[in-house]
């Protein structure tokens, strides 16, 4: 899952991932999903892109990123109810126990089985830990394993860059 959610443009230089169909069909490949047969054009790289940053930014709202206002938050679970919809779940029942999965083929499958798995997850108490990191420009999906669940960046590095950028913003603009 982080995976998926770790695929956008960041400041280390890493590229984004799906920023054409074969970026995306190259990573699906690399995560074994089924792509046997499946044609993806771009309306399915940005259909990627989109349910992976309205992921990110649910993930934010766990890291109390103060730079995300309400109307984003309710905006991006607008989105997530859509990708819920276009791409449907079945759930596998069997003496081990169930999972969901995508029911469709192609890249409606691919992405279903995206959402198979965040809902899985959401439906633990853990999915608070889930978060995105408060630094604008990394915004990297991370586990908060802290014991008070309170952290907000991917990182010490991350940690002290926002902590430098907010010195130097008071240096430069001093309170009067
Ligand atoms: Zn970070």
Redesign the pocket.
Known sequence: MLGFLNTRANAAGDPEVFASPDGFADWARGENLPTAGTVVTESDAVAARELRDALVTVLLAHADDRTLSDEEVADAEARLVQASVRYPLISLISTRGARLTGASTGTPGILGTVVAAVTQLALHDDWARLKA?C?PP?H?AFVDRTRNRAAR???PA?NSQVSMRALRERRRNPPA
Do not use: A, K
Request: charged share 0%; hydrophobic share 0%.
């Open positions: 990191c630094n990394c990297t960046y991917c990182s991350c």
